[in-house]
């Protein structure tokens, strides 16, 4: 799995697709260089899987096609509905200002796609080692904020360090469903999920249990 980051050099055009998802509508939004944003819409979180498509539903229509975005798409199928082939998926490039930058931001963003897999977690301190300054947990609160595509880099995987979820700019239910999701699929004990959590966990045959971060 490798990640390109698309060169600033000229204006972007955006183009766009809407899917829709076990966690309701996702906007993508793309140049022809690569993917700029995603975006949750319409943010819902069944307990029950069965309830969730087959497989993200295009909405959009055909203007809004190009190769970031069915990269994208692909991936987020996989994501949600087969984890195990995300490996063998390429990425999309990623052309968000964000990521043209040489930045602490882009900096832990990147370590946190690289480094932190599916069903694993890390707090906001040791991601703020893994990108070269322990110090700085604050300043990788304020990068997960300024994530410009969650899901795809997993901001979700970042939890405080007692244990805690933290936030989550989409929202805390969303936050739980996608840990509880990732702990289901990996066989794993559920990351100090609420009750809602749980009970998805427990219908997707999961395991429950307790499993904060690691302490600092």
Known sequence: M???????DKACV???KVLESPLGKIELSACDQGLHRIRLLSPQ??????????????????EGTSEPLMRC??????????PPAIEGLPLPAL??????KDSFTRQVLWKLLK???FGETVSYQQLAALA???????????????????????CHRVVCSGGA???????????EWLLAHEAAQAGKPDCGVSSQGRTWLEAAGGTTGSQGADRN
């Open 45 to 62: 979180t069944s307990t029950d899987p069965a309830e969730a498509p087959a497989a993200p539903e295009v909405v959009s229509g055909p």
């Open 115 to 117: 480094v932190v897999k």
């Open 73 to 82: 798409a692909a991936w987020l199928d996989a994501y949600f509905h087969k």
């Open 132 to 154: 070269g300054n322990p110090r700085a947990a604050r300043a990788v609160g304020g990068a997960m904020r300024s994530n410009p595509v969650p899901i795809l880099v997993p």
């Open 165 to 175: 979820l933290g936030n989550y700019t989409g929202g805390r239910s969303v936050k």
């Open 2 to 8: 490798a990640m390109a980051l698309g060169r600033m």
């Open 14 to 16: 955006l183009k766009h």
């Open 95 to 100: 052309h968000h200002p964000v990521f043209q």
